[in-house]
């Protein structure tokens, strides 16, 4: 049968490589962003996706999130498989960071997994021997502080404890894991949001490149198939060495 996948943040970047993951499986996914997703839409039908579906919604937005769900519940019926990328990085020294800049992304990377994870549990059916699969984008910043970025280090450890609280909750119906990328090259990390020195320390790592959007989409699509099914609660590294959690 058909496996029913919500894709996050899938205008661009990691969200993006996962639609085009999942979509010659023959998935029907269901693609939101902040901006309309039509692009990663039509990529995913020509790549074998059954049926397609692009919602703009931002994640921060409770009642966007539930519109969301209910899109997802009238064409789908439920839910098989999440995955939830969409984010935003913020750098800045402490002292130069207004408490807004926190609040932003607090809203965006936490609340909006709450909101997403929240939704999503509450459309999983999933049984022990067919388990549901929800996976949040982490990042390998959820297990070691990092000058200049608190706020999005603490977003990022806090998506970690949703998953290993839900984890939990919803054993064993719903298998709920992150991936904490490595450096990833995707606009993220380009110099809109970037700094050059900042760029330059992430190369300095063992495998001395950045990952590819398609490595964390081939991840994702693990974590949701057969071979996924003794994960959960977990965290997941695919990040060139990045930290050895
Ligand atoms: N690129 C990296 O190096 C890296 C490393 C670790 C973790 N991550 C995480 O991976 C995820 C995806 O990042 P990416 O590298 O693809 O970045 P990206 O900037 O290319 O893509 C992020 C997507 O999220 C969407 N988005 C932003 N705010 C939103 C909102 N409020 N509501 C809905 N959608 C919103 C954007 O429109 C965009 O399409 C993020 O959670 C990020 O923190 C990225």
Redesign the pocket.
Known sequence: MSRRVLI??A?????AACALAFAPTGARIAL????KPDETAEAAARAGALETLALA????DEGAVAAVGEAVRENFGGLDIVVH?????HEAPLLETPVADFDWVIA??LR?SFLVGKMALGLMEGTAEAPARLIL?A??MAYYGRETFSPYVASKHGVLGLVRSWAKEFAPRVLVNAIC????D????GAANMSAEWRAKELAIPLGRFGR?EEIGELALFLASPGGRYFTGQGVSSNGGSVMP
Do not use: F, K, Q
């Open positions: 996050t943040g205008y661009r970047g990691i969200g939101a962003d902040i901006r919604c931002d994640v921060s990328c969409a984010g935003v990085i965006i990377n909006g984008i990042s390998d990328p490595g450096p990833i995707t606009e993220m990390l959007p």
